[in-house]
Structures are given as C-alpha cells and as structure tokens.
C-alpha cells in the first residue's frame, strides 16, 4: 500500500509546485505579499512564488477603463434641479497606490465624480451650464485627477453625457426657441422686403434713365438728319448753280429764275402782279403781257383751290441722283431761252 500513498504524495507535490508559476499578462501587474505584508509588484512574464509564505494580494489591469456612473442629481447657482450622466476614464499607474491607497477605488471614484459635478454646477446659472460642457469636463478632469493621486489611479478624461433639466424648464426653453425662431423668421422677411423694394426702385430708376438717353439719343439723331439733309439741299443747289456758270450762261440764269417765278405768279390765279422792270421785254416778246394785266385774250382767274400736280419729293431721299439732272435740265433751260432771245431779236426769223 506504500506506493499508493507515495503516488499520492508526489500528486500533491505536483500541484503544490504548479500553484506556485505565475504568467503575468501584457498590460497587467500582481501585488505580491510576504507574510501579509507588501514585498514586490510582478509585471508581465513567468514568476514562481514561493508556497505559504507568498501570496497575491490584487491583480491589477494598466489599460486604460471607462467608468459610466449613475446620474447625479445637481442644483445650479439659480436654484434650477437637473439631473446629469457622466462617463470617467481612467487608468493605473502605480498597482501598490491602487491596492493598498483606498478600500473599493472605483466606488470611491464615483462618489468623488458626483461631489465634484455638485459643487461645478452650484457655481453656475442653468444657461452656462446648458453651454459649458467643455470647461465642466476640464475643470472635472482636473480636480479628479489631483484627488486620485494617492489612489494610484490617473483620471485621462470626463465628459458629460446627458444633461436633464426639469419638464418645465425644457417647456420654457422651447418656447423661448420658438420665439427665438419667429423673430429671425420676421427679420429676414423684412430685410427681403427692403431688398425687394430697394431692388425695384433701382430698376425703375435705370428703366427711366435709359428711356431718357433714349429719347435723347432719337432727338440728337433726328436734328442731325434734317441737318445732314438741309445741308445736302443747299450742296445741290449750290452745284446746280455752279454747273450753269460754268456753262456761261450767267444772265440766262437770271432770267430763268424769274420767269421760274412768273410761271407760278401767272397761273391766272393772281390779280395783282409785280413785276420788274428787266423782266418786262422778256414778258413782252414771249406774249405774256396779256396774261399778265387781262388785255385781250387772257385766261379768267381761276379762284378754286390750287391742286399741286407733282408731289414735294424729300430732298433727303434722292439728292445725289437729282443734281445730275438738275444740272441737265438747267442747261437745257438756259440754251432755250436764248434761243427765244435770238428770234426775238431778229423778227422772229
């Protein structure tokens, strides 16, 4: 029966032995004691601890943690209740501080978190507190940093997740954003309205000031039309009277002009006729003396209104083809005069 029990003995050795090789993970640490009290930290790797004598007393993660504490119920400085979730980060930097620094540290961390946000919010009014979180979550941090020095524990972060004001405080808030919405809705509707009238008025104003420049621009081109067109009357005539002395012909010209006149005075609608003395051989020999003072065979004055046969033509029109014939027909005019002239002088032969 001595094998049984030193197969047993040699079980137990085996186990005794086994018990006593401790892996240490990646990122964690063992707080090893010796007799009950603190003999050295163990980090990542193999370790033997010796039996009986030894003992672990915590095993202790380094990453970083996140703690989501329950809402805490605060009062602001204008005697306003809310209620307020916040979410702590956190890691370990020394295993010792955090085994031995304080009894349960993340419930003594939670209850740090809540006294902290009480007295930050106690110090301000409900409209800063709604738009702080930022300098809520830096102060915070800070403060819960230096307290958990001793604790070995570093506080990297705090935020503020949720921020509940009481049901009526939210009402009046909406209400007040509503109002707060209605008034920038008017002011732009009134702005769009100035905008669209002034907009207007310019149009007007530019509509009108061209019109102006317009009407302007016509009246300018149109006096500069009767000018170009008065101008280019007298360039004929003035060439039609330079053509005829020209030819030589400078008496015959005045006389064509007055009988151009007499033709008109002795239409038989006149019943008085001045006449100059120079003409009168010319209204003689042509046998005009009759017409002219109603001896003889003269025509009765006709009194009913005088038709014009032949259109008034716009000089402006056609004054370039007009002075060739002009010219022709004053030519022809002045030539047939003197041969009236000539027969007159010489009995008619």
């Not at 007295?119 to 301000?124: E, F, L, R, V």
């Not at 009402?171 to 109002?179: G, H, L, N, S």
């Not at 530019?206 to 102006?212: M, T, V």
């Not at 065979?297 to 083809?321: F, K, L």
Request: net charge negative; charged share 25%.
């Amino acid at each position: 029966m001595w094998w049984i029990v030193l197969i047993v003995v040699i079980v137990l050795l085996a186990a005794l032995l086994f018990s006593c090789v401790q892996i240490v993970p990646e990122a964690a640490a063992f707080v090893v004691e010796f007799l009950g009290s603190y003999q050295v930290t163990w980090h990542k790797g193999l370790h033997f601890k010796i039996p009986i004598v030894q003992r672990i007393a915590a095993r202790v993660s380094l990453k970083e943690q996140v703690c989501d504490f329950a809402p805490s119920s605060v009062i602001t400085k204008d005697n306003v209740s809310m209620t307020i979730d916040s979410v702590v980060y956190y890691k370990v930097f020394n295993p010792r501080l955090y085994a031995y620094g304080v009894d349960h540290p993340i419930s003594a961390l939670e209850n740090l978190n809540a006294t902290t946000l009480r007295n930050i919010i106690g110090s301000m009014e409900l409209d800063q507190t709604l738009t702080s979180r930022e300098v809520i979550n830096d102060q915070m941090q800070k403060v819960l940093d230096v307290a958990t020095d001793p604790w070995g524990i570093k506080v990297t972060r705090v935020e503020l997740k949720n921020i509940i004001p009481p049901q009526e405080i939210r009402a009046a808030m909406e209400k007040q954003m509503k109002a707060e919405r209605e008034k920038r809705q008017t002011l732009l509707e009134a702005s769009a309205h100035k905008e669209s009238v002034i907009t207007r008025a310019e149009g007007d104003k530019q509509a009108k000031i061209l019109a102006a420049e317009a009407e302007r621009d016509a009246q300018i081109a149109l006096a500069q039309g009767r000018a170009r067109s008065i101008e280019l009357v007298y360039d004929a005539e003035a060439e039609g009277l330079k053509a005829l002395k020209r030819a030589g012909i400078d008496q015959g010209v005045l006389k064509l002009k007055g009988i151009e006149a007499l033709k008109d005075v002795a239409n038989g609608r006149a019943t008085k006729i001045y006449m100059p003395s120079d003409l009168s051989g010319v209204i003689s020999s042509l046998g005009l003396v009759g017409e002219s003072l109603g001896i003889g065979d003269y025509t009765p004055i006709d009194r009913s209104e005088a038709v014009d046969a032949h259109p008034v033509e716009d000089p402006c029109c056609e004054v370039e083809d007009n002075r060739s014939t002009e010219t022709y027909r004053s030519v022809e005019s002045a030539e047939q005069i003197q041969q009236d002239l000539h027969r007159d002088e010489h009995g008619g032969h």
